[in-house]
């Protein structure tokens, strides 16, 4: 293993912290590069989570896994890593898993869920899903955004990465264009854009009246008031998919891309595209990774969170057909 503030560097930049060569330090520690951007094809190592071997699991389903490295930010934590995922159908609830290693195991934490459907005062809903955990460098908080009902994205935060204080909602349709009808899937990361007075960039799914999904994102001075663009980043048309969605920052060689999956049916497969470092490109470059037809994937991977551990790159994403899928991960 590196020492941990290097791990700490690569990771809280929401990059891959991948390719042809990774400088940490002294160290070069060389890879694979096949994929586009410079990324490495990822391969599936194992799956982490299933639904029916879960103590909380009221719909026999769980999506949009997020991992942080958590040994050198937080007191006293269950593991070096974090993860947290959650059911999407009624009444959901945001949990917590945590291990020592990226490629598992992970334990079930014992109070799942940790964010319910019901937060009185602040709301009652049929479900709250889509955990992202954004580590505050500047609040050394880590805040976590999810949705509930999908017109609405939230903001808690947390000084234990367990017990989380609610903030306020982020982000709801009326801030989207009329005939938005769903906001949600939100995940936030660290990024300067000066020329918007911003330091935090959101990427999130969007979805109206045609019922196609598209991918939409907005900038923040503070990652709590947030600024949309009225059009997408990208397009469903744009890479010949019915939807896209499950949107991840990701960062290399001085350029910024965002990686999304398709629909099933139009492929199941996560896609890159380049955006540069002031969203100004537009740039769709394909298969960052091609979903497999054998289980646990059958077709479709999604929504994934990626990091690195010891200076390997590891990606863990949604793995099978949407709501009868699990939690798995990928190694680069």
Not at 164 to 190: C, I, N, Q
């Amino acid at each position: 293993m590196h020492e941990p503030h290097l791990d700490r560097r690569l990771f809280l930049k929401g990059t891959a912290a991948t390719g042809a060569a990774l400088t940490l330090g002294a160290t070069t520690v060389s890879t694979a590069s096949a994929a586009p951007g410079g990324f490495p094809d990822y391969t599936y190592v194992r799956t982490l989570l299933t639904p029916s071997r879960l103590a909380y699991n009221p719909t026999g389903e769980i999506i949009f896994p997020t991992v942080r490295g958590v040994y050198d930010k937080l007191r006293s934590p269950l593991g070096r890593y974090y993860l947290y995922y959650a059911p999407h159908d009624a009444p959901g609830g945001i949990c917590l898993a945590h291990g020592d290693s990226l490629e598992g195991p992970f334990t079930e934490y014992p109070g799942n869920p940790i964010v319910t459907n019901k937060w009185s005062p602040h709301y009652s809903v049929s479900h709250v899903s889509s955990p992202h955990v954004m580590w505050n460098a500047d609040a050394k908080e880590l805040w976590l955004y999810f949705h509930g009902e999908n017109t609405t994205t939230r903001l808690a935060r947390s000084t234990d990465g367990i017990h989380f204080t609610y903030d306020k909602v982020v982000l709801t349709t009326s801030m989207l264009p009329a005939g938005t009808t769903e906001t949600s899937y939100a995940r936030v990361f660290r990024h300067d854009l000066p020329s918007r007075g911003a330091r935090y960039v959101m990427v999130f799914m969007i979805n109206n009246r045609t019922d196609h999904r598209d991918i939409g994102w907005g900038w923040s001075a503070d990652g709590r008031t947030w600024t949309f663009d009225q059009q997408p980043l990208v397009r469903h048309g744009d890479v010949g998919a019915v939807n896209v969605g499950g949107p991840h920052l990701l960062h290399r060689n001085n350029s910024t891309y965002v990686v999304y999956n398709k629909d099933k049916e139009s492929g199941g497969d996560l896609m890159i595209t380049e955006v540069g470092n002031d969203f100004s490109r537009r740039e769709h470059l394909g298969v960052l990774y091609n979903s497999r037809s054998a289980a646990p994937e059958n077709g479709r991977a999604a929504s994934p969170s990626f990091g690195t551990d010891g200076g390997v790159p590891y990606m863990i994403y949604e793995a099978g057909e949407r709501l009868a899928g699990s939690i798995a991960v990928a190694r680069g």
